[in-house]
């Protein structure tokens, strides 16, 4: 049983097996390429394929179908070989170019990377290479040999490419390997070929007049016979093993891929603390107060995005197991276009949400602080009763805490820097900062974070969080606090006050955990310690 | 310097003289045509007589008439043109002079 394809040639359609559908295109195509160059090649072509559909006519009876291999020999046998249609009355280095040049351009066209068995050292790998570029294989040994003694990546390089590179078996695939057009002709000098160098194999002594890389490449390949094959042994387990990684894995994260989405999951584990406050995905969908048609998109467009390659991984895993090989043309396409699509969908979806986001806008709110009784101004922070759990999630450098009830969502820290005041009163300069769509919602969304901090005497109070409503959702606000110390007053840092001091230029460069605890003065040069310098200098 | 070389270049030479001179009487298919080169031994694979054709086609020595095949495509008749006949009988006239002058000067050196 043999497989055929039916072509049309010149109006006639034939019935061919795929081995002479193959020769015959290949006849054809090296014919044309000959012509490329001259006037009328279209012309001779269709001369040349109706005299074949003629000749393919005369043998077809009611018993004799099928255009077989033998057929098409017989036919190029009565057209000639392609070097017989040079028409040498052309100007003769007009054929010569376009002779190398069609030439040249089969070869190209036709070579394709094998293994080289026959002149193989370890695995034939760097032979097949060689013969790909055009170049002697002892260079890409030589290379292989560099890597391997420098780190050893040359080993896991070889066994790779070892397993992914398939062995030239064939003549034709030979041929193909070295770049020869495959010609009927060719084949059998192949095959000679390959029968001389059989019997030179099992001639007792080898003084062959063979050059010396071939020599050494001999030596070699009884060196690494034995070991060769046991590596193979290797690789070939090796590809089991890894055949059964790919499907257990790729099995085991399209399931977590599917719950972390759909479910209430928690894939966004990583972005939690170890102290436990999970974030799923629906949270933050609700933190980003988006649409819920917008949520099922984002919830199919990923599990497509991420679900294709998994499968995929799975499906190669599959092939490496067993010998398992879906033959569906254009499958893979399809499917690769297909995920294409869902990316560029995902990059939309990911563009439309981000354009919530380009404005970014600023509201500052001064309060000069006339009641201050000292020249010591207590700084504290409001008793946390929201945040005593402490649901520490990094989720940006500069936000440290989420909180979300009914109505609001609670974000801590708010950022206090303190700076030297231009006049003789202390100051607290309220910054809140948002993001939207555009200036106006920008300017509303920052006007509407709510921020408190209580002055009574001469202590200060600052709320370790600020509150979005939940309806404007979150706009990566922020809260920055300025306090201004006029010069020759003091400052207090209490215990609770280093979860929001951030920064704090201060004349001896002291860190902010180091200055909790100790009163601060203004001076001229800035913040200066004076209780601390018994401990440090 | 090769002799095959030498020997298809002699034959190509006369090549277009030969297929000029067998449509001079009558029309051909290229088959036709090619019958009568392999029995001259001018030819031996049909792939060689395409290119020519359509290259003295194209010279306008050459034209042809389409026709009905009852065994594939239609086939293409050749015929000599005005010019053709010109052409056919200036090589007529070239050849018959070059085979005197091949077989004098041939054989004044076999004989010396």
Known sequence: MNKTVSVNISGYIFNIEDAAFDKLNRYLNTIRGYFSESAGAEE?????EARIAELFQERITDNYQVIKLIDVDEIIAIMGEPEAY?????????????YQRSERKIRNKYRKLYRDPDDSVVGGVSAGIGHYFGIDPIWIRLLFIVLVLGGGSGVLIYIILWIIIPQAKTAAEKLEMRGDPVTAENIGRAVSEEYSSLKKKFTPKKEDIKETGDKVGNAFQDFFGFLGKLLHLLVASLGKIFGFLFVFFGLLSIVALIFGVMGTGEIFNIISDSEGLHFSFH?????FAVSPGYVTWVYVVSIFVLGLPLLAFVYLGFGLLTDFKLRVRGFGLALFIFWIGFSIAGIALFGNLARNYVEEHEVK?????TTVESDTLMVDVLPDTLFEFNHAVRFRNDLDFIEVTDDHIFLGNPLLDIVKSNDDLFKVTVKKESRGSNRKEAREFARDIEYNFIQLGSII??????????????HFDQVRIVLEVPEGKAILLSEGSERIIYDIDNVTHTWDRDMVGKVWTMTKEGLECIDCDLEEN | MKVENTKAQMRKGVLEYCILSILRDDEAYPSDILGRLKDGKLIVVEGTLYPLLTRLKNAGLLAYRWEES???????????????QQFTQELSKTWTELVQAVNTTTKKTTKS
Do not use: C, H, Q
Request: charged share 35%.
């Open chain 1, 283 to 287: 949270d933050l969908m609700v933190l």
């Open chain 1, 44 to 48: 001779i072509i269709e001369d040349i």
């Open chain 1, 365 to 369: 709110e001064v309060y000069e602080l």
């Open chain 1, 461 to 474: 109070s600052f709320s370790p969080f600020y509150s979005l409503t939940k309806e404007n959702g979150y």
């Open chain 1, 86 to 98: 040079i028409d040498e009355e052309m100007e003769e280095e007009e054929v010569n170019e376009a």
């Open chain 2, 70 to 84: 009852k065994s594939g495509p239609p086939r293409k008749y050749y015929r000599l043109t005005e010019l053709g």
